[in-house]
């Protein structure tokens, strides 16, 4: 069967330092991959989606990046986090096959200070 | 573009008691339609999903949701819930692409579920 995973679980990080957030999903090649913000009371943006490896669409633009460096790892960053890039996020992963439905991982709740 | 609106933010309700949550939706394409629902700092599992076919859709927890065209409308349904099923529920509507999905989501509903 197929899992996710995300970590870290929680981050605090000061405003103006670097941010690195990991997905992996096990037991499926290829996946569509999403990340996801949910911020309070805003409901869930989508961030970035991948359809293969080096392959990176944004759908915000804001200050954060992605990178897909192998099929089954998508990395979220950041060079300087700001105060708004506080809040709950989500990797999510779709089958080629199955695009319409995607699955998500535990989530990582980022507090910027 | 698509939207989802679900029009209650807070659903409060007596444990065995049914509840009705209730989204609404616009796209200009046919669409798919979720239910997902989310544990306190969890992410989110999928209820369940309309793709084709019934309209009359069965998820887990003993949860349905009834796709009604006409109305534009994807309400979910449970007829007797529980304490466990307090969570936040979020319905959301799917285009698809060339190879990708993409997803949007409404605001989500708190469904708070007391003795």
């Known amino acids: 069967s197929q899992t996710i995973h995300q970590w870290p679980a929680t981050l605090v990080q000061p405003v103006g330092s670097p941010l690195s957030l990991e997905c992996t999903v096990e037991?499926?090649?290829?996946?569509?991959l999403y990340w996801y913000r949910q911020a309070a009371g805003r409901g869930l943006q989508l961030l970035f989606y991948s359809v293969g490896i080096g392959q990176i669409s944004s759908e915000v633009p804001q200050n954060l990046s992605a990178s897909r460096p192998q099929d089954r790892q998508f990395i979220l960053s950041s060079k300087k986090l700001l105060l708004s890039d506080s809040g709950f996020y989500l990797c999510?992963?779709?089958?080629?096959?199955?695009?319409?439905?995607?699955?998500f991982g535990p989530g990582t709740r980022l507090t910027v200070l | 573009a698509q939207s989802v609106t679900q029009l209650d933010s807070q659903v409060p309700v007596f444990e065995e008691a049914p509840v009705e949550l209730r989204c609404n939706y616009s796209?200009?394409?046919?669409?798919?339609l979720f239910w997902y629902v989310q544990y306190p700092n969890q992410g989110l599992q999928l209820l369940l999903k309309?793709?084709?076919?019934?309209?009359l859709v069965k998820g887990i927890n003993g949860f349905e949701a009834e796709f009604n065209k006409s109305q534009t409308s994807f309400h979910l349904r449970k007829p007797s819930v529980h304490i466990s099923d307090t969570a936040e529920y979020f319905c959301?509507?799917?285009?698809?692409?060339?190879?990708?999905?993409?997803?949007?989501f409404g605001k989500g509903t708190m469904l708070l579920v007391s003795p």
């Open positions: 999510a992963w779709s089958t080629p096959s199955s695009t319409d439905t995607q699955y």
């Open positions: 796209s200009s394409v046919s669409v798919y």
């Open positions: 309309y793709l084709s076919g019934s309209t």
């Open positions: 959301a509507v799917s285009e698809s692409n060339s190879g990708y999905s993409t997803l949007t």
């Open positions: 037991g499926t090649s290829n996946p569509n």
